[in-house]
């Protein structure tokens, strides 16, 4: 660079700054709300940047941050956090001209989309990019687009002061309604195809060691006569595989996700710090998760990535059962794990509002509304039959009973309730969200025996099957 270019970029540079310095002073003065915290630095950054762009350049800022019409340049920095985008309301004059300068501080992928069509790719934990929003002349909505985030809180809105007064909290985005589902019909045939999901469980395995892989998958199951639904899955099923051994055994999950978004695991069963196993990992990403049974339950697990609401509810949970040490030998053995049901696109708005609401499309064992009604558990009169139970929720708990059954032994979380040979017996087994236990009867006489989730909202919508019972 020779003297008389240096002489000339300075001459430019200084006629920038003071451009730039024009634009920010009336851009704070005329906003009518307080600048979001470091709105005026970031101003005040993209100046000085313009300036050095200046001196090193064409000697103009870059065309995109000249003001439109009688407009100002606005530039905010924006963070991605969990399940927040901050600020989540901005305001500026009609006709500025906006910029986000876009930051992803969560430990998950997010990205930033403007309702005009603007925005910035998928950002990766810590990455940023600019979003150039334009002229604003009409309040804007802006969201996370990865599955669930929008409908858990990641919007902005973008007001003009003329419309800001008025202003309520950030709409829906658009689209992302699906509308309220029909009624289920529960008493309907399951498709021809539908086979059920097996209820025996195995014994534990006659080793110490286990070693599992557990892939997450994005599918669509038939979770009641002929509906089917998007689902979120470990193993391609809901719940997920059944883990079973017993105290003191060791188990190495390797945890893959083979999803769209980040996904976590947490085993109930495992004492550890979760902060390493228990992370989410992106698509494509996998962890090894190790640990040993100190204590037999019946333990959940489910999705640890938040919103975990959404993870659960669209079906991120199972169980696995570590055996009592005097657990004792019996003819049959069942899992049920109960769980609900949630119509409509995972993690769309009106999804998510029936989720916060606690109000399920339905209930289900095993993944299907009544779908033990149209494939009923089978025994034989005088066996013993043990049923473990678990309540994966995400709201409710359940209230397990087999009409027309008495349980002589009950074990919930850990100890034993009643045991065979006590006087009194049991009649539910109450489970809060995320317990477990087992009961065992002895069916008298041949016959159709209900089970049911005893909260009749639950058994009439979904929470309930038979066994049927033969000579
Ligand atoms: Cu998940």
New binding site residues.
């Given amino acids: 660079m020779n003297a008389d270019t240096l002489l000339w970029s300075l001459l430019l540079g200084v006629i920038v700054v003071a451009a730039a310095a024009a634009i920010i002073i009336p851009t704070v003065r005329n906003s009518s709300t307080a600048p979001p915290p470091g709105a005026v630095g970031t101003a005040l950054g993209a100046a000085l940047t313009a300036a050095a762009l200046g001196i090193a350049g064409s000697g103009t800022a870059p065309a995109s941050e000249v003001p439109a019409g009688s407009g100002q340049v606005r530039t905010v920095d924006v963070v991605l956090g969990d399940m927040t985008v901050s600020p989540s309301h901005v305001t500026v004059a009609p006709g500025d001209s906006l910029v986000l300068r876009v930051r992803n501080e969560d430990t998950q992928v997010h990205d930033l989309v403007v309702e005009t069509g603007a925005r910035t790719p998928r950002l990766a934990p810590g990455d940023s990019a600019t979003l150039q929003v334009g002229t604003v002349t009409e309040p804007i909505d802006a969201w996370c687009t990865v599955l669930g985030h929008s409908a858990a809180g990641m919007r902005m809105r973008i007001d003009t002061t003329d419309t800001a007064d008025s202003a309520d909290s950030p709409d829906t985005p658009a689209g992302a309604d699906s509308g309220p589902p029909a009624p289920l019909p529960l008493s309907a045939e399951m498709s021809d195809d539908w086979q059920p999901r097996d209820a025996v469980l195995p014994p534990a395995p006659d080793r110490t060691e286990h070693e599992v892989e557990i892939r997450v998958t994005e599918t669509e199951l038939e979770v009641a006569p002929g509906v089917r639904q998007s689902v ?1 899955t470990f193993g391609g099923d809901v719940p997920g595989p059944v883990l079973r051994g017993k105290v003191g055994d060791v188990f190495t999950v390797t945890f893959v996700n083979d999803g769209t978004m980040g ?2 695991i947490d085993f109930h069963a495992s004492s550890l710090a979760p902060d390493e196993p228990m992370r989410t990992i992106n698509p494509g990403e996998r962890l090894t998760y190790r640990f040993r049974a100190e204590k037999a339950g019946a333990w959940v697990y489910h ?1 640890s ?1 938040s919103p975990m609401l959404q ?1 659960i509810g669209n079906g ?1 949970y199972g169980a696995v059962i570590i055996d009592p040490p005097d657990l004792e030998p019996v003819d049959r053995e069942y899992l049920l794990v109960q769980g609900e049901l949630y119509l409509g696109e995972p993690g769309s708005a009106d999804q998510v509002a029936r989720m916060r609401a606690g109000e399920p499309d339905a209930w289900v064992f095993n993944g299907v509304a009544a779908g033990y009604a149209h494939a009923p558990l089978t025994a034989e009169v005088g066996e013993r039959v043990r049923i473990w139970v678990v309540a994966a929720g995400p709201t409710s708990g359940t209230s397990f009973h087999i009409v027309g059954a008495q349980f002589d032994t009950v074990y919930k979380e850990g100890a034993y309730l009643v045991r065979r040979g006590d006087a009194g017996g049991a009649q539910a087994l109450d489970l809060a969200v995320a317990q477990g236990g087992f009961v065992e009867t002895v069916f008298p006489e041949a016959g159709s025996y209900p089970f049911v989730d005893h909260d009749m909202r639950h058994a009439e919508n979904g929470a309930r099957g038979f066994f049927t019972i033969t000579e």
């Fill in positions: 979120w996904h976590g999705c990535t993870h991120m």
